[in-house]
C-alpha cells in the first residue's frame, strides 16, 4: 500500500508570492491534516479536511487555506508568502480522523527569501 | 490551555546504554496519547498510542508507559538505528474532530 505522498519536496519562493502544495492520502483515508514545523515552534496543527469540509483549524492567519477534493487529496495554499513561513509542511492522512494514528508524508520543504 | 512538554531536549547515550524519555502533558479529557519517531529530512512514524493511565505497549527497544500526567518512552539496550527525534502528542479534541497537539521533541543520539 502506497504512502503519503507529498509534492512536491521542496520550494524556494520569495516574499509576496503564494503557494500551493499538494497531498495524497493512504488509498481509503478520509481524514487529511496538515502540520507546519519549524525548529522553534515544532509541529503545529494547521487545519483538517474530512470528505471535502474543513472540520478543524489551528491557529494560523487566514493566508494559509487549503480543500480536499472528492478523491481525498488534498491541497494547501498560503498567499503573501513571508519569510517566517519558512518551514517543513507536513500532511497526514487517517482513516477517519480524531484520536487515531496518522500516516506522515516526508513534508514539503518551503524556504522563502 | 492543553500543553506537551518533552525532556530531555537532547540525550547521547553509549549503544547498550538503558534510558527513558519524559513527556508530561496538561490536557482536558485525554483522549489519546501518541509517541512518534522522526529521522532527519522525513515525516514523524507511528509508535505507539495510549489511551488511559496505566497502560503500557512495547515494540521491540521501546516501551511505552502512560500515568495521569506524564508519559515515559523506556529503550532498552539501544542500538544506533535508533537514533531519531521521538516525538509525544497528545490528542485534542472531541468526537472524530481534533487534532494532535505535539511536544518539542527529545532528539536521541546512540553511539557504537
Known amino acids: 500500500k502506497a504512502g503519503v505522498t507529498q509534492t512536491p519536496r521542496y520550494l524556494i519562493k520569495t516574499r509576496g508570492q503564494q503557494v500551493t502544495l499538494s497531498c495524497s492520502p493512504i488509498?481509503?483515508?478520509?481524514?487529511v491534516s496538515w502540520y507546519q514545523q519549524t525548529p522553534g515552534q515544532g509541529l503545529q496543527f494547521l487545519f483538517e479536511?474530512?470528505?471535502?469540509?474543513?472540520?478543524n483549524k489551528g491557529n494560523f492567519p487566514g493566508r494559509f487555506s487549503g480543500r480536499q477534493f472528492s478523491n481525498s487529496r488534498s491541497e494547501m495554499n498560503v498567499s503573501t508568502l513571508e519569510l517566517g513561513d519558512s518551514a517543513l509542511y507536513l500532511c497526514a492522512s487517517s482513516l477517519d480522523g480524531g484520536a487515531e494514528k496518522l500516516f506522515f508524508g516526508s513534508g514539503t520543504q518551503l524556504s522563502v527569501l | 490551555e492543553d500543553q506537551v512538554t518533552q525532556s530531555p531536549e537532547a540525550l547521547r547515550l553509549q549503544e547498550g546504554e538503558s534510558s527513558s524519555l519524559n513527556c508530561s502533558y496538561t490536557v482536558s479529557g485525554l483522549r489519546g496519547l501518541f509517541w512518534y519517531r522522526q529521522d532527519p529530512g522525513k515525516g514523524p512514524e507511528f509508535l505507539f498510542t495510549l489511551y488511559s493511565a496505566g497502560e503500557e505497549k512495547e515494540k521491540e527497544r521501546l516501551k511505552a508507559t502512560l500515568t495521569k500526567k506524564e508519559s515515559f518512552l523506556h529503550i532498552t539496550a539501544p542500538k544506533p538505528e535508533d537514533s531519531a527525534t521521538y516525538l509525544c502528542a497528545v490528542h485534542h479534541g472531541s468526537g472524530n474532530t481534533g487534532k494532535l497537539i505535539f511536544g518539542q521533541g527529545t532528539t536521541l543520539q546512540v553511539k557504537p
Open positions: 479536511y474530512f470528505s471535502e469540509t474543513q472540520r
Open positions: 488509498s481509503g483515508h478520509r481524514s
